[in-house]
């Protein structure tokens, strides 16, 4: 008998588990099988084709196969078995439906496309949880990023009143910065579980541009601040010297981030007009791409012209439709291509699958079409959060400096002796390097704050990572012009 890690032996207990299996994956997993099954191929072509679709599910299949291939279980006991084995009860409950329905003799077609419908709906709802969660665990992260601020505040205030030893600001600072990384992981946990871009290497022009500048400037980034901090510049014209050099970046990826958002609205009306074009006039797919406006599709239109030019040149047309999905930079047009080439080049009616793909990419675009309203407010509030947090901060690191220069002018050096020690202030026998030390830790939290608050951002969003770059060169501007404006304030206002 030969055995294998993806399956338990039958007469001795395993402890292989599966993997999780998110609701998007089963729906994508669940469009899938049915767009194959919709061709008119063989429960065993279906259950082949469904082990090898690169989805996490698939592994459940793969469980299925070798149960059937080398244990000679039939299909509906072999579901059944990997039910009793899944992690998620939503694949459970969809195995062991699916092992009723092959063991009545239903359809497998019509019982895919009908178990893809409801997980759509499923999808639908989990997502809208998780957007509602997103929502509360955002307002939450806005509450930590302010007691952040304040236990850096109080830390500052407290050492004009009584004495602080630097263990202990130190130690609360600590305690601040793990809250605020914590926050942000919350966040990160809180928001929907899914990948929306493939990697750079292989992705879009712009997501490959964004790679070769991410090598360059963040490297120049990191060294230009060390270099600025060894000359002592002064935090202001650092933390604004890292902003422009990694503001490029950020804006290079933003922009490659938006033109694969709108790829993503596009897609669906798309596989919808190349499908209903090949069936209505019985030609292949590279006919039809021929005759049907391609000005209908505006940022997908350079795409499908490379695509078309391929496919005209004799290139593989397998080859010409996962470059289409890779160079759109989008995991979701490279996911429902490559089941609508697929399930075509099987035999399935192109009108039929172009319609069950269109509905996958467009359900999934119109919800990420709202988490991106809900991070939008998000963004906004954390970036005016941001200012007014690092202001303060400022603001009351300025007030200590001029207080000090302040009783250092009005005490002479023979009258320091004598208020020492009757003046129970610590402000009046602070130290240069206790000052120094008050001054880097409120410039550490500043730049620790804005490192915290993209992340959060960055998180809550699920695109491109590389978008991060943006949004901390905007909070690191933010910060240095702290920096700059508030200690000139706080004099006037001290002088006056």
Request: charged residues 15%; neutral net charge; glycine residues 6%.
């Amino acid at each position: 008998m030969i055995s294998s890690k993806s399956l338990p032996k039958p007469t001795a207990k395993s402890s292989y588990k599966f993997k999780n299996v998110t609701p998007f994956d089963q729906f994508y997993q669940l469009t899938y099988m049915s767009a194959m099954a919709a061709s008119g191929i063989s429960r065993s072509k279906t259950f082949e084709l469904a082990a090898a679709s690169g989805s996490p599910a698939a592994q459940y299949f793969e469980a299925v196969n070798l149960l059937v291939n080398e244990l000679r279980y039939d299909y509906p006991e072999a579901c059944r078995t990997v039910a009793e084995k899944a992690r998620s009860d939503d694949v459970k409950s969809f195995l062991l439906r699916l092992s009723d329905a092959m063991r009545s003799g239903e359809p497998l077609p019509t019982f895919l496309a009908r178990e893809a419908e409801v997980q759509a709906d499923a999808y639908d709802n989990a997502y809208e949880r998780d957007l509602e969660s997103l929502k509360k665990w955002s307002d939450a992260f806005s509450s930590i990023v302010v007691s952040v601020a304040l236990i850096v505040i109080i830390n500052l205030v407290s050492t004009m009143i009584y004495s602080m030893g630097t263990g202990m600001i130190t130690g609360l600072v600590v305690t601040a910065v793990i809250m605020g990384f914590f926050g942000a992981w919350i966040l990160s946990r809180a928001a929907p579980q899914e990948e929306m871009i493939i990697p750079s290497a292989i992705g879009s022009a712009g997501q490959r541009r964004s790679l070769a500048l991410a090598r360059i400037l963040i490297p120049t980034a990191v060294l230009v601040s060390g270099a600025l901090m060894a000359m002592h510049v002064g935090p202001a014209w650092t933390m604004i010297g890292a902003a422009a050099i990694l503001l490029p970046l950020g804006l290079v990826s933003e922009m490659a981030d938006r033109k694969i958002t709108k790829k993503d609205a596009e897609i669906g009306s798309f596989l919808r007009s190349v499908g209903g074009m090949a069936t209505s006039t019985g030609t292949t797919l590279k006919e039809a791409l021929n005759k049907i406006d391609m000005s209908s599709f505006p940022i997908l239109q350079p795409d499908i012209e490379r695509l078309d030019t391929r496919l005209r040149a004799l290139v593989s047309p397998q080859i010409c439709w996962q470059r289409f999905g890779n160079e759109t930079g989008s995991r979701l047009i490279r996911q429902a291509t490559g089941i609508f080439y697929e399930a075509v080049r099987l035999g399935g009616d192109p009108e039929r699958v172009g319609f069950l793909c269109s509905l996958f990419a467009s359900r999934t675009a119109m919800l990420r079409a709202k988490r991106r309203t809900v991070v939008s407010t998000f963004t906004w509030l954390t970036l005016v959060m941001h200012v007014v947090v690092a202001g303060l901060m400022v603001f009351v690191l300025e007030i200590i400096h001029n207080f000090l220069i302040m009783m250092q002018a009005a005490i002479t050096p023979d009258e320091a002796e004598l208020a020492a020690e009757n003046l129970a202030m610590p402000l009046a026998n602070f130290s240069p390097q206790q000052m120094q030390f008050l001054d880097a830790i409120t410039v550490m939290m500043v730049a620790l704050l804005a490192v915290i608050s993209a992340m959060a951002i960055i998180s809550s969003d699920g695109g491109y990572k590389f978008k991060l770059t943006l949004h901390l060169s905007v909070l690191l501007f933010m910060s240095g012009v702290c920096f700059w404006v508030v200690p000139p304030v706080v004099a006037g206002l001290l002088t006056v």
